[in-house]
C-alpha cells in the first residue's frame, strides 16, 4: 500500500504541473483544500485520484481513446489500473 500511495502521488504531481490538465483531486497534494484534513485523520492518502483535461469532453474522449496502460471501465474494487469519463 505505501508504494500504491507514493506511485499516486507521484502522478498526481505530474498531472498537477501539466499545462494540458484543468484539475488534480488527490488529498495527498497539498494544493487540496482538505490535506491536512486527510493528513490528520489517515495513515495515508490512497492511490485513487481523479483530473481533468483541459478542452471539455473532446479532449478527454481523445485522450481516453489512446492511452494504453489503463483499461477505459468502472469499477473500485479491482487491483487494476483503470480510467473513466463519467459524462459518457
Known amino acids: 500500500m505505501k508504494q500504491h500511495q507514493e506511485n ?3 502522478i498526481a504531481r505530474f498531472l498537477e504541473s501539466s499545462d494540458k490538465v ?8 497539498e494544493s487540496h483544500p482538505q490535506h491536512d ?3 490528520k ?13 483541459k ?3 473532446e479532449a478527454a474522449d ?3 481513446q489512446n492511452i494504453k496502460i489503463f ?3 468502472e469499477s473500485l474494487g479491482g ?10
Open 22 to 29: 484543468e484539475e488534480v483531486t488527490y488529498p495527498g497534494l
Open 62 to 64: 481523445t485522450f481516453l
Open 8 to 10: 499516486a502521488l507521484v
Open 79 to 88: 487491483v487494476e489500473s483503470l480510467a473513466e469519463h463519467p459524462a459518457k
Open 71 to 73: 483499461t477505459l471501465a
Open 37 to 39: 484534513l486527510a493528513k
Open 55 to 57: 478542452g471539455g469532453f
Open 41 to 53: 485523520q489517515s495513515k495515508g492518502f490512497g492511490g485513487m485520484l481523479s483530473f481533468k483535461i
